[in-house]
């Protein structure tokens, strides 16, 4: 459990966690009928077309919107970014690698970077400004930040 709350006192992963936070934030919010989006319906019928089961896109869903609000906060970032991981793995792999053929590269370059991303929260931790620094402070050596002198 201590390994879940442990994390770098970095202003960097802050950063990214808030960037990466934003952005699956507003795609769980599309899936489910916000910023423009087709909603839930018109998602399990996406997904459903592509053979997905209606408890995966369940579970998307709530990895980008639920996951990205609890992100923000830097609470279970660890456990939040492996889901990205895998939501990035499997965006990859069903909608945008059949789209290299014509569109190259960019085809999957943001999920990519995404994908990157969550990598790095998931083995570095959500950073300072977070709850997990504070929930893992008392166990966590990495966490103690230096007195410049």
Same mark, same amino acid.
């Given at each position: 459990? @201590?390994? $879940?709350?442990?994390?770098?006192?970095? $202003?960097?992963?802050?950063?990214?966690?808030?960037?990466?936070?934003?952005?699956?934030?507003?795609?769980?919010?599309? @899936?489910?009928g916000y910023?423009?989006?087709?909603?839930l319906e018109?998602?399990?019928?996406?997904?459903?077309?592509?053979?997905?089961?209606?408890?995966?896109?369940?579970?998307?869903?709530?990895?980008?919107?639920?996951?990205?609000?609890?992100?923000?906060?830097?609470?279970?970032?660890?456990?939040?970014?492996?889901?990205?991981?895998?939501?990035?793995?499997?965006?990859?792999?069903?909608?945008?690698?059949?789209?290299?053929?014509?569109?190259?590269?960019?085809a999957i370059?943001?999920? $990519?970077?995404?994908?990157?991303?969550?990598?790095?929260?998931? #083995?570095?931790?959500?950073? #300072? $400004?977070?709850?997990?620094?504070?929930?893992? @402070?008392?166990? #966590?050596?990495? #966490?103690?930040?230096?007195?410049? @002198?």
């Amino acid at each position: 459990m @201590k390994a $879940l709350f442990t994390t770098r006192p970095s $202003l960097g992963l802050t950063v990214l966690r808030l960037a990466i936070a934003a952005v699956m934030i507003y795609h769980g919010g599309q @899936k489910l009928g916000y910023f423009w989006g087709f909603g839930l319906e018109g998602t399990l019928g996406f997904f459903g077309g592509m053979g997905v089961p209606s408890y995966i896109t369940y579970l998307v869903i709530a990895g980008e919107f639920v996951g990205g609000i609890a992100m923000v906060f830097g609470f279970f970032a660890r456990f939040t970014a492996a889901s990205w991981v895998l939501i990035m793995i499997g965006a990859i792999y069903l909608v945008h690698w059949a789209q290299i053929g014509e569109q190259g590269f960019k085809a999957i370059e943001f999920q $990519l970077v995404l994908l990157a991303g969550s990598l790095t929260l998931l #083995c570095e931790g959500a950073g #300072c $400004l977070s709850i997990d620094r504070f929930l893992g @402070k008392k166990d #966590c050596e990495n #966490c103690k930040v230096e007195e410049k @002198k």
